[in-house]
């Protein structure tokens, strides 16, 4: 049998014999397509008895699959299910991994970054108490002056002092294989193991991976380890003490004396690895070398980028006798293994950290390899010198491992230098020449521009396994995303061939390239990665020379010509529009890859494609599954080759974009990175800190809805519904006057503006920004009046982007409506615009509202979540200022802490303005200061926190004090504090997860606190941002990700919980019910204490019925049949002598439970997979809710019949 693991046992050699790989390369029948996370995940439910899980990014599939496998009773190789529990955080997580050690279990976890960072004091316990268990991490970033999701060592690094054994895998095959090792070395050596792979790099990147049967695995077992390992368990039967408290005197020998288990720990290591390599042929060791025996240079590195330091090795090791050393066991590092790994010959070494140690000698790694050689008399017979790669997944390619080799063999080879970018301020960056192509010949590199949500990626994903699955060809897989939620560009990486294949980078040297949106031709260096003579396909209207040589750019013409590309277009949107799928082009252009690119022979793949089209769509009935078979069959007919002409290699560039036009930030960071440029910034361009200024998404101009809102005025009543439930903020109104109405176009026509006060001249717009709606339809849909139609976003451009324009220029009639009413809020700028949400998002529209309302005095610490994705993903922020340079100020710190955080901000800001008010109060003792000054500060001292009032006065009292701001020294103080007359007011910002969950802890104590702070909960039920897992919002029989047969227990009631403080102000709030919502806000805002509102919002995670277009239809039902209740706990009133409880729905009608929740995936799927369960825990559903509602029945008389 050949499998992965041959290639492993000539890599002590160099070498080069491709031949010998292709004679062996045939592929195991085990041999499945699986990303990292699958393969780690299949071996931690082999060998627990229990799995405690919690999400994040990227090691969430990992738990995911482990809850499915255990809902669906699939055994271990005990014979038993895991029994897998969602904790309410990584902290959670961890000290029941602890207690379930404790208790004889053998126990894994799967976590990443800040997960494994809450993880940590349990760690020390854990490893102190010598307890195995593995923890699978999909190493990551930490969150610092940004979070980021990527894969680096940062996390792991973080706990190389915690006494876990640290093992490093650096592939999907290996994190199959090292998972094993890691739980077979922790049995036997009774240790607890973190077994860590690249998040996304290795944990998302799907390859062929042979997969070791259960069976097999059962074999390895030492059964009386295990039986030890229970029997040293915390048992009354034979009962012991521990987790004591100990002296000066005792604690240090203690520590000690663990020593002689992480002594024997990597003798158990290799053992491990023997017994894999036994049933698998895949060897490892503590160091795996590749390489020249003799080589005189070597790189040392940890996890992935070992496969590319190897390939670079495998091409040019002997010219340029350079080897690399893959370090498996971090900790304990052996040092002996170390040096034996080391060829004789060394003479400069290079070791790489995936991680940066601000401040220190050198990174760990570095700092490892320099003590290690020191221990044994060799440090001063080399060279060695450090660097950082990869950081946040930035991509690691064989051109910089070349680099590297360029530096170690200079006479001074730079120390601490950087790999992968330009650092222009402190010099650190080696430069990297040309992209150098390794992968092994005969691999087919495929790369695909899809766009987000049109099925590019899960097409692909298909792909790979129609021919992992069903030839000899090996696969991989990598996909990579943009920040947007949806519509943002996605990219395909993928690779076949007949030979393993590693390449953990990305693709430059493709031989087909697909572009499945149009837009990009103009957007993107589409053809930049493309090989000679490589395949081109483009999705696109234009089917001529004529039409393309009109609509392509030159620099895309030229590089056709310049690569000899085979150029094909098709139009597959209006092929799937004929078939009547709209926007779903994926099988269209799946079609197309199969018949050109000749991966597989074309009967073959043609019949494995309807058989994948059956498979998939069967469930969606025998319509769906024809008509993608239509699309298959159409897509091989339809698309044109093109002969272009030779004089498009002279093809006139397009100008290029006047940048000078942009503010500073947007020219040198925004710009660049939205056409993929990112990578060339150097470092000196960046604000340090992470920090930015607000309002970039309005540069980023997408147009990626299909249809776009068309105003007709004549019916509008002016209602201005449309524009407060547009989640983007991309409808409003505008009013203006005669004057403005003579300078517009034709086409820029309104009403006679209604309900303006003191103003009967105006007239009144609707206008819509084309390039930036999302075409979510919920304003068409919120319409009472029928006026908005949704038009291609091709007709809307002609005249609206240019209408747009021009509404923006109108001066505000604003301060003419009441602010805090539904009409009024509308003609305040938002100040939170064009966020990268979801289409139709249920979240932004209630943050919109509140910036109407308060935006230029809004201070907001954002939980980690969506809101803090579409809040802030670098460099775009929808959040901006308005006329006055004034708006949201916005931040956020991590996911558990933001209440504390909020909290901090609120206490800091209050006792700033108390300073201030110090400084008045000597002002006002001040004689000379003008009586008009004196007065309005005696007036600001009564009305200071007071919103609104002190905002007014601090207005009037800049203007008012600006010619005395030198008289004199307290003038001066009081000038430079001027920002602080205006209150602040103070949100705190999360989703359900973190308020029900990881939060609550802290927000419990915020609203314990008596400060006046304001958090708003964007309820939607789940963890949306992680992809849907359960939180303690999930209402009972919600099928979520961790709870994949339904969640068995009630909906947290966080609204009644904080009520039981009497001093919070609490309600529950829905956009079904906008005037409420409206009053709500105001009245949670204007409470001089803390509060708490609760929103229900939609999200594509219900899976609900026609999509989040159905967003505010949903909620009014759901608030009619009683499962969304709006009330409102007003402490107010209490003080009044009235009730504080209003129950503001009315009585459920929950007849119409059943229907509601079969519109939606997460409640009608249960019915499907789990029958029996839907039905007994939707009946428990009912009753929660009728429970729930008569408890607030009680709550709304009670008050009544006490007095
Ligand atoms: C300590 C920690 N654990 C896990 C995560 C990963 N994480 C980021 S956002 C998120 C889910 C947020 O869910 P929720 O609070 O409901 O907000 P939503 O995304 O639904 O708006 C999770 C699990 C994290 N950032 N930090
Ligand atoms: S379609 Fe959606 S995004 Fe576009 S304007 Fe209407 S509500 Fe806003
Ligand atoms: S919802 Fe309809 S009626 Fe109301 S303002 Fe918008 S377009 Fe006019
Ligand atoms: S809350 Fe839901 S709909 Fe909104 S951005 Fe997140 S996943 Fe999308």
Redesign the pocket.
């Known amino acids: 049998m050949f499998n992965i693991a041959r290639q492993h046992n000539f890599k002590s050699s160099f070498f080069p014999a491709k031949s010998l790989i292709l004679r062996l390369a045939s592929k195991s029948k085990s041999v499945e397509p699986m990303d990292g996370n699958l393969a780690a995940a299949y071996i931690g439910y082999a060998l627990s008895d229990t799995a405690f899980i919690y999400p994040i990014t990227p090691s969430s599939p990992m738990g995911e699959v482990v809850d499915e496998w255990s809902a669906r009773g699939i055994k271990n190789v005990f014979g038993q299910p895991v029994d897998v529990t969602e904790m309410q955080s990584e902290g959670g997580a961890a000290g029941a991994v602890h207690g379930s050690c404790s208790a004889g279990s053998l126990t894994s976890t799967y976590t990443a970054s800040q997960g494994l960072l809450l993880m940590l004091p349990n760690m020390y316990k854990i490893a102190g108490e010598m307890m195995p268990c593995v923890f699978h991490v999909a190493a990551r970033a930490l969150a610092g002056q940004a979070l980021s999701i990527f894969g680096d060592h940062a996390d792991v690094m973080a706990c190389r002092t915690s006494g876990f054994a640290l093992l490093s895998s650096g592939n999907p095959q290996e994190a199959m294989d090292l998972a094993l090792v890691a739980h077979l070395a922790s049995i036997k050596s009774r240790l607890p193991f973190v077994h860590f792979f690249e998040g996304f790099r290795v944990s998302h990147e799907i390859n062929s991976v042979d997969k070791i049967p259960y069976d097999k695995i059962k074999e390895l077992i030492d059964q009386k380890q295990v039986e030890k390992i229970r029997k040293a368990a915390m048992n009354p039967e034979f009962p012991h003490m521990r987790g004591s408290s100990q002296g000066p005197d005792v604690y240090f020998q203690i520590v000690e004396a663990a020593n002689q288990y992480y002594d024997v720990l990597p003798k158990y290591v290799k053992e491990s690895m023997e017994e894999v390599e036994r049933i698998t042929g895949r060897s490892y060791k503590l160091f795996d070398y590749t390489g020249p025996k003799d080589a005189k240079n070597v790189i040392i590195v940890l996890g992935s980028g070992g496969g590319v330091c190897e390939e670079l090795v495998n091409k040019m090791g002997e010219e340029l006798s350079l080897g690399v050393i893959k370090v498996r066991l971090y900790r304990p590092f052996v040092v002996e293994d170390f040096v034996n790994t080391l060829p004789n010959t060394v003479e400069r070494i290079a070791v790489l950290d995936r991680t940066k140690e601000p401040g220190s000698v050198g990174e760990p790694l570095y700092l490892d390899v320099v003590t290690a050689l020191d221990q044994v008399n060799l440090r001063d017979k080399m060279t060695i010198v450090g660097g950082r790669y990869g950081l946040g997944s930035k991509d690691f390619t064989p051109a910089m491992v070349k680099s590297v080799y360029d530096n170690l063999v200079l006479h001074k080879p730079k120390n601490g230098f950087t790999i992968g970018i330009t650092d222009d301020v402190t010099n650190t960056s080696l430069e990297v020449g040309e992209p150098i192509n390794c992968v092994p010949e005969g691999t087919q590199q495929c790369m695909f521009w899809g766009l987000g949500s049109d099925g590019t990626v899960g097409a692909n994903k298909n792909a790979i396994k129609i021919i992992v699955d069903n030839t000899d060809l090996y696969g991989q897989g990598y996909f990579a995303y943009s920040a947007h939620?949806?519509g943002g560009l996605t990219m395909s990486h993928l690779r076949f061939g007949p030979n393993p294949i590693n390449s953990p980078y990305l693709i430059t040297h493709a031989n087909y390239v697909a572009c499945h949106c149009p837009l990009y031709v103009t957007k993107y260096d589409l053809l930049k990665p493309a090989k000679q003579d490589a395949i081109f396909v483009l999705n696109c209207p234009w089917e001529t020379v004529e039409e393309l040589d009109k609509n392509l750019p030159g620099s895309l013409k030229r590089r056709i010509v310049e690569k000899n590309v085979d150029f094909y277009v098709i139009n597959a949107s209006k092929i799937a529009e004929e078939v009547g799928l709209i926007g779903r082009i994926n099988m269209i252009m799946q079609s197309v890859f199969f018949k050109l690119s000749k991966v597989l022979p074309e009967k073959q793949a043609f019949e494995l494609l309807k058989k994948a089209i059956k498979k998939s769509y069967k469930k969606f009935g025998q319509d769906i599954v024809d008509k993608n078979i239509q699309m298959v069959d159409m897509g091989i007919t339809k698309y044109k080759r093109i002969s272009y002409p030779e004089s498009w290699k002279d093809a006139e560039l397009e100008e290029p974009e006047d940048l000078s036009v942009y503010p500073e930030f947007v020219r040198d960071v925004v710009k660049p990175m939205s056409s993929l440029k990112g990578d060339d910034i150097p470092v000196s361009k960046f604000p340090v800190g992470g920090f930015l200024p607000l309002g970039t998404s309005q540069y980023d101009k997408r147009g990626v809805a299909p249809k776009v809102p068309k105003w007709e005025p004549k019916n509008c009543i002016q209602c201005n519904l449309c524009s407060f439930v547009c989640?983007h903020g991309t409808i409003r109104p505008f009013l203006y006057d005669e004057e403005a109405d003579k300078n517009s176009s034709e086409t820029f026509v309104g009403l006679d503006a209604v309900g303006v006060k003191g103003r009967k001249d105006l007239k009144f717009r609707m206008q819509v920004t084309p390039l930036d709606c999302q075409g979510c339809g919920l304003c068409a849909n919120i319409c009472p009046q029928n006026c908005l139609e949704m038009i291609p976003i091709d007709e809307s451009k002609k005249t609206e982007i240019d209408n747009w324009e021009y509404a923006l220029t109108l001066p505000s009639y604003a301060h003419l409506f009441k602010r805090e009413n539904v009409k009024g809020s509308q003609f305040y700028k938002p100040l939170l615009e064009f966020?990268?949400?979801?289409a139709?998002?249920?979240?932004?529209p209630y943050i919109k509202l509140i910036t109407q309302l308060y935006g230029e005095q809004m201070m907001i610490a954002n939980a980690t979540?969506?809101?803090s994705?579409?809040g802030l993903s670098y460099p775009n922020t929808p959040y901006c200022k308005n006329e006055e340079g004034h708006g949201p100020t916005w931040g956020n710190s991590l996911f558990e802490d933001n209440a504390e955080y909020g909290l901090g901000m609120a206490k800091a800001s209050k006792h700033q303005r108390r300073q201030l008010r110090l400084l008045v109060d000597e002002a006002l003792e001040c004689e000379t200061l003008p009586k008009e000054v004196r007065d309005l500060f005696s007036k600001w001292e009564e009305n200071m926190w007071d919103l609104r009032e002190s905002k007014k006065l601090a207005d009037q009292i800049k203007v008012a004090i600006k010619p005395y701001k030198e008289e004199c020294e307290l003038m001066k103080k009081i000038w430079t504090k001027r920002d602080l007359f205006a209150k602040k007011c103070q949100f705190i910002i999360g989703?359900d997860g973190w308020a029900f969950d990881i939060g609550y802890g802290g927000l419990d104590h915020a609203l314990a606190s008596g400060e006046d702070i304001n958090v708003i909960v964007?309820d939607?039920e789940t963890y949306?941002?992680t992809g849907?897992q359960a939180s303690k919002a999930t209402p009972r029989s919600s099928v979520a990700k961790f709870t994949y047969n339904g969640k068995p227990t009630k909906k947290k009631d966080l609204g009644m919980m904080a009520m039981t403080y009497g001093d919070v102000y609490v309600a529950s709030v829905s956009l079904s019910n906008l005037n409420h919502l409206v009053k709500t806000i105001k009245e949670a805002v204007e409470y001089p204490g803390p509060s708490l509102i609760i929103t229900y919002?939609?999200?594509?995670?219900?899976g609900t019925k026609g999509g989040?277009t159905t967003g505010i239809e949903t909620q009014n039902l759901g608030v009619k049949v009683g499962y969304w209740p709006l009330y409102r706990y007003n402490p107010v009133n209490k003080k009044k002598g009235k009730n504080p409880f209003s129950l503001d729905s009315k009585k459920p009608k929950i007849e119409g439970l059943f229907d509601f929740l079969d519109k939606q995936a997460r409640y009608r799927s249960l019915k499907s997979s789990f029958p029996e369960q839907a039905k007994l825990k939707q009946q428990q559903l009912k009753e929660d809710i009728l429970d729930r509602y008569n408890g607030y029945v009680r709550l709304a008389n009670a008050y009544k019949k006490k007095k």
């Open positions: 939620k949806s989640p966020s990268g949400a979801c139709g998002c249920g979240e932004t979540g969506c809101s994705i579409w989703g964007l939607t949306s941002n849907g919002s939609h999200c594509i995670a219900h989040l």
